[in-house]
């Protein structure tokens, strides 16, 4: 039993290692952005990591497409880390093509 507690801690050492890597070469330029319709679509190119955004009804900005985010367990980040990243990206997207106000 303590050898599988001593095992998990090593697990999520080796993921936290992996983790701080990647957020160090981690980079918005990282991003894939298609823009289909009101929708912008983000996903990191070797992950499964995928969501879409959409215009606000009232065109000020865009907000997460329900339904329309994909996880990836095998990746080095959180799902919450990239959904920060991906909005960024996104609103700066979003505004580079005239759809909303500066953020």
Do not use: C
């Given at each position: 039993m303590m050898l599988?507690i001593a095992?998990?801690?090593?697990?999520?050492?080796k993921?936290?290692e992996?983790?701080?890597k990647?957020n160090?070469?981690?980079?918005?330029?990282?991003?894939e952005?298609h823009?289909v319709?009101?929708?912008?679509?983000?996903?990191?190119?070797g992950?499964?990591?995928?969501?879409t955004f959409?215009?606000?009804?009232?065109k000020?900005?865009?907000?997460?497409?329900h339904?329309?985010?994909?996880?990836?367990?095998?990746?080095p980040?959180?799902?919450?880390e990239?959904?920060?990243?991906?909005?960024e990206a996104?609103?700066k997207?979003?505004y580079?093509?005239g759809?909303?106000p500066?953020?």
């Amino acid at each position: 039993m303590m050898l599988n507690i001593a095992d998990g801690y090593d697990r999520l050492a080796k993921r936290a290692e992996a983790r701080a890597k990647f957020n160090e070469r981690f980079d918005a330029a990282d991003f894939e952005l298609h823009v289909v319709g009101d929708d912008i679509i983000v996903n990191v190119p070797g992950t499964r990591f995928t969501i879409t955004f959409q215009r606000t009804p009232d065109k000020t900005g865009i907000e997460e497409k329900h339904a329309w985010a994909r996880d990836d367990m095998n990746s080095p980040f959180s799902m919450t880390e990239f959904r920060t990243q991906a909005w960024e990206a996104a609103s700066k997207h979003a505004y580079a093509l005239g759809w909303i106000p500066r953020f």
